[in-house]
């Protein structure tokens, strides 16, 4: 009986933080993921202060570009109650059909239009999947993973396996343009490229069309209750076509940046990638059910693993200890939101 | 619109309505009148007709005969956008609410949608947006604040969410606001405020149809009622000119008294004993005893800590401390397997989503307890075996079906129900919790279900039923105790008290029913 007290007093403080710091988290489960950044933030820092060198600051901001576009592609399509693991195929095989026919047949075509084609295909190929999925009712993951096969296996078998080196000089331009430059401690400049401005600009149109247009609403509505919403008369086939076509143009516009950045097209590249694209979009705090989430968690959580993925050999944790961070934070956010969940229930 | 009602008062007349699914008649010839600002109960066993008639209303499904006139407008069938159009709105009993939306989005992201006629490419009003639903939440008695307005649905509790969804029909101009079972999980309280709701609409000139099963409410409300048997329309008119034994007896079409079940007596053998069990908040140093055979009610408002009580006898949700013995043998109750173990079985509230495999056959979910003793020394399951147990307790449940590898998904309510608790007794149980035995079950199958709870009383195994339904509490029990705020403040005779005494004590504030 002497239990009863404690208890008493435990569900009091219990009540307590769920009226403040809980209730917050709950409904902000972004914060987790920031609170986490800076706490890595600074203990690197302090570890090592060359990590606040412009170098590795631009070093990380470059690095999120390409998983940041495919993050919010993720991120759309998980609040909408599916998953994608096409992506990254989606991606490999707009940048390299699309540099290879740049390079072969029009090699002065503007960059502007290189970035529409980039866009535009991918944006048909991730209509093929939504197609698939709405048609058959088959589960996202089913078709991606099948979609994920055959786009790595037409670019392959019918595109090309050899690398692209000597890209057209407008792509190379386009990798290349600057946006600010620094000197480095140690004298050397270094340069801060303009494409990098792609990831906020696709965050801020994501973010638009998710929370002001009714499209977007409609986005959370089928992520809530598929059902629900078309007795409620959202149309779920515009909806998933919309929505599959703007992650596949975001990870298309990721495929040609990742070429025009790294001054090559590999046509084994991007795809294995998808996992840690996902897990950025999880531990951003939106949930793999579907129907939550926000634009500025998903980028969080994609700074989260970049950072990982780029400084912790920094402070003299080996490169191969990255995966294991990463899936610790993972289980860890988990935990979290599930004890926070229980506790809120009770 | 305005200048039909005026000149014919009646908003929608079904006649002579038919409708045939393949072979089954489900609606014989209806005749209908709803006029605005009144209320309508329509009531019927399961499978009478009245979803199919509701149906008819909202567009959903097209009668294979009759005319429809619905603002003196006459129709062979409506689409669900005519429906709308004219303002028929339907409440359905899932609420069909988006969980991750805010209140707001709720109940008038429709209104946006309707007006770009289902376009999803347009920019969202939010101003638009809150002034709809401010207005809406403010006609049915919700707080229109920035902070309600934002908050998720899945957040709110369930009378709210009722109350959510009601607001969503009304926001978009309804004349006719059609409520499938809307006060099945609501707690008296409030149900009070639905009903005061229900008035506020009927001034608004709205007509309200409710599709129940609790007489007592449609009383309460008032207005007509419309009694639906085997597809067709045997009574309307003013409820208040039937009795509750006449809506029976037209529903059934046999007349079924409220008399009391309980005819057996409890041993004097004490099966369960129950000392200082607490699970803070929910409810505190709870002591009783059940008897060998003995039929004990509990009842409560939702937040009484009835509901938590039977968790943590059951195990689902442990008690913190206080002890709990079986049969004079301490019990430690920490999971549903220890209550197996000690003979204690649970039939949940919820039969649809906690207790039954609604996919898998009535053999399946009977011997779903004793699975581990129908195997061989090999592991095998012997099938025979398992049908012969399935069947004993098909025909101890009196199923209306022998065929046991029917899926539990295809019977009615009160045959589900009747499985459920037929499964506990594959494995011979001492005691049987029973939380909310009649929920969503028509009048003839709770006669059946009464019948069969006094047949285990009669075998010697102590039941507790937790319950709202108040004459079910009477007609079955012997003892009745009332939960109020975590602890039990009244211990009634069953055979002498009244429904009054009862509300008493479940209403009463704290203070004053401790002394």
Redesign the interface.
């Known amino acids: 009986?002497t239990?009863?007290p404690i208890?008493?007093a435990r569900?009091a403080e219990r009540d307590d933080d769920r009226v403040s710091l809980g209730g917050f988290i709950r409904k902000h489960p972004e914060t987790v993921t920031a609170v986490l950044l800076v706490v890595i933030c600074v203990v690197v820092a302090i570890l090592n202060p060359d990590f606040l060198q412009p170098s590795s600051l631009i070093d990380i901001g470059r690095a999120s570009v390409v998983t940041g576009l495919f993050a919010l592609g993720v991120f759309v399509i998980l609040a909408a109650g599916g998953i994608d693991v096409s992506f990254t195929a989606i991606a490999a095989l707009t940048m390299y059909s699309i540099t290879l026919l740049t390079t072969r047949y029009a090699p002065g075509l503007p960059m502007i239009l290189v970035l529409v084609m980039a866009v535009g295909g991918g944006m048909l190929l991730g209509m093929f999947n939504g197609l698939l999925v709405y048609t058959f009712s088959v589960p996202a993951m089913i078709v991606t993973i099948g979609t994920q096969y055959l786009f790595r296996g037409i670019l392959l078998a019918f595109v090309g396996t050899v690398w692209i080196m000597a890209l057209p000089e407008q792509m190379l331009a386009f990798g290349r343009a600057p946006m600010l430059q620094f000197a480095n401690s140690n004298g050397a400049v270094v340069t801060l490229p303009l494409y990098v401005l792609v990831l906020p600009a696709a965050a801020v149109l994501t973010w638009w069309i998710l929370?002001?247009?009714?499209?977007?609403?409609?986005i959370?509505?089928m992520?809530?209750?598929a059902r629900?919403?078309e007795?409620?008369?959202?149309?779920l086939r515009?909806?998933h076509l919309?929505l599959f076509g703007f992650a596949g143009a975001l990870a298309g516009l990721a495929g040609i940046i990742h070429v025009c950045s790294n001054r090559l097209a590999n046509p084994f590249d991007l795809v294995g990638t998808e996992i840690n694209v996902i897990a950025a979009v999880v531990l951003g705090g939106a949930r793999i059910t579907g129907?939550?989430g926000t634009v500025i968690g998903t980028l969080l959580g994609v700074l989260l693993v970049t950072v990982i993925n780029n400084v912790l050999v920094m402070v003299g944790i080996p490169s191969t200890w990255q995966r294991f961070v990463v899936g610790a934070f993972i289980l860890l956010a988990a935990a979290f939101f599930v004890v926070r969940q229980r506790r809120n229930r009770? | 619109m305005a200048e039909d009602s005026q000149t014919d008062h009646c908003f929608l007349q079904l006649k002579q309505i038919h409708k045939r699914f393949g072979g089954v008649h489900a609606l014989r010839g209806v005749d209908l009148k709803i006029e605005l600002g009144q209320a309508y109960h329509l009531l019927g066993e399961n499978g009478c007709g009245k979803s199919t008639v509701i149906k008819v209303m909202s567009g959903a499904i097209s009668p294979t005969e009759g005319e429809i006139i619905l603002n003196g407008e006459s129709f062979s069938a409506l689409t669900p956008i005519q429906s709308l159009a004219a303002g028929i709105e339907t409440v359905?009993q899932?609420l069909?609410?988006?969980?991750?939306?805010t209140v707001a989005?709720n109940v008038a992201?429709?209104e946006?949608?309707?007006h770009?006629e289902?376009?999803?490419?347009?920019?969202?009003d939010?101003n638009q947006l809150r002034v709809t639903a401010s207005a809406a939440l403010a006609s049915v008695g919700l707080p229109a604040t920035r902070a309600f307005l934002t908050s998720v649905v899945s957040d709110l509790p369930l009378a709210q969410r009722q109350l959510v969804a009601i607001a969503r029909a009304i926001a978009t101009k309804a004349k006719l606001v059609i409520m499938d079972e809307p006060t099945t999980s609501l707690t008296r309280r409030e149900v009070e405020n639905l009903i005061e709701v229900v008035a506020r609409l009927r001034a608004d000139n709205i007509a309200v149809l409710f599709v129940t099963h609790k007489l007592d409410e449609c009383y309460r409300i008032g207005g007509h009622a419309i009694v639906f048997r085997d597809g067709e329309c045997v009574a309307q008119g003013p409820l208040a000119s039937y009795s509750k034994a006449d809506i029976a007896e037209l529903m059934t079409g046999r007349k079924i008294d409220a008399h009391r079940y309980r005819v057996g007596q409890p041993a004097g053998e004490t099966l369960l004993s129950v000392e200082?069990l607490?699970a803070?908040?929910s409810f505190f140093d709870v002591d009783f005893s059940l008897h060998k055979g003995e039929i004990l009610g509990i009842t409560g408002l939702a937040d009484s800590g009835r509901n938590e009580l039977a968790l943590a006898i059951s195990g689902v949700?442990p008690a913190?401390?206080g002890s709990i013995s079986v049969g004079g043998v301490a019990a430690r109750i920490r999971y549903p397997s220890d209550a197996i173990r000690h003979g204690i079985g649970y039939v949940p509230e919820n039969r649809l989503d906690e207790g039954l495999f609604l996919e898998k056959s009535i053999l399946d979910n009977e011997t779903a307890l004793v699975v581990a003793k129908l195997a061989n020394a090999w592991g095998i399951i012997d099938d025979g075996k398992g049908r012969a147990i399935a069947a004993e307790v098909a025909k101890d449940m009196r199923l209306n079906t022998t065929d046991i590898d029917m899926p539990v998904g295809s019977l009615s309510g009160g045959n589900q129900q009747r499985v459920l608790i037929g499964r506990w007794l594959t494995i011979e149980p001492k005691i049987l919790l029973l939380h909310g035995p009649t929920v969503g079950v028509d009048v003839g199958s709770k006669d059946t279900i009464y019948r069969a709870i006094q047949v285990l009383a009669e075998r010697g195994i102590g039941l507790i039923v937790i319950s709202d339904d108040l004459p079910e509490l009477l007609q079955n029990c012997d003892r009745i105790l009332v939960m109020n705020g975590g602890r039990f403040v009244a211990d009634l005779d069953a055979s002498e008290a009244t429904e009054e005494d009862i509300y008493h004590a479940m209403l009463a504030s704290i203070s004053e029913t401790v002394q």
């Open positions: 009986m239990l009863f208890e008493k569900a929370n002001r247009t009714l499209m977007g609403r409609a959370f509505a992520g809530g209750s629900v919403a007795r409620l008369g959202y149309n515009t909806i919309f129907g939550t009770s | 359905y899932d069909s609410l988006i969980p991750n939306l989005e992201l429709s946006q949608l309707v770009g289902g376009r999803l490419v347009r920019r969202l939010r200082r607490t803070a908040p949700r913190t401390s």
